[in-house]
């Protein structure tokens, strides 16, 4: 049996969400990326799910929860927020798919 440290479950929960996009949790597009025409929408979606780039820098806590990315010559940010599964308030334990409720937030750099 694995024995997984919190961050790595949550890293391993986080990059399960964002690539799939489909169990855990619910995305979030700013005003600005929901007014994109549908083939930008598409592509940078597929750019937040296929993003790899984690360094020391953009992923200090090692849970893979925020990405930058271009897309047309526009930078824009991505973030995973960790709720309770009414979405009230923050989770307690992130590193819980029971008691947790993902959220994938995508914005223009310049929103945040």
Do not use: C
């Amino acid at each position: 049996m694995l024995d997984y440290t919190n961050t790595e479950k949550i890293r391993r929960l986080n990059d399960n969400f964002r690539r799939g996009l489909v169990f855990g949790g619910k995305v979030l597009l700013t005003r600005s990326v929901a007014a994109l025409a549908d083939h930008d929408k598409t592509a940078l979606l597929r750019n937040v799910q296929t993003f790899d780039s984690f360094t020391a820098d953009n992923d200090p806590h090692g849970e893979h929860d925020f990405g930058a990315i271009e897309h047309t010559g526009v930078r824009y940010f991505w973030k995973i927020d960790y709720y309770d599964l009414a979405n009230k308030f923050a989770s307690d334990d992130a590193a819980n798919p029971a008691i947790t409720n993902r959220v994938l937030t995508i914005m223009r750099a310049d929103e945040y």
